[in-house]
């Protein structure tokens, strides 16, 4: 888990450490850390898709349904031809897309 905070000179780089941390903590099976990176890369960049994706699939390994559906919905607010999302939210009964 990333648990320094970056200088000014770094900040641009800090959502892509955290979830760059995410991948590995999710590699080693840590998946509640990976889920606390992904939300560190979002704080820093709500529009890092990627670490949004990622999150999302965590969420889905650790049961936590709820969260992973909202994620996909905000992934598909943002960019509805995303497919894994399309379709996690098709299966959960969200059609509005």
Known sequence: MLTTRPHHQT???????????CLLCSLKGQYED???DCTKALEFNPDYMKAL???ADL???TDKL???????????ERDCSLHAA???C???????F
């Open 11 to 21: 900040y641009h780089l800090y959502p892509l450490l955290a979830y760059r941390q």
């Open 34 to 36: 990976a889920i606390i």
């Open 53 to 55: 994706l990622r999150r």
């Open 59 to 61: 969420y889905e390994k």
């Open 66 to 76: 709820d969260e992973a559906l909202e994620d996909y919905t905000k992934a598909l």
């Open 86 to 88: 399309r379709a996690a």
């Open 90 to 96: 098709m299966v959960n009964g969200v059609h509005n």
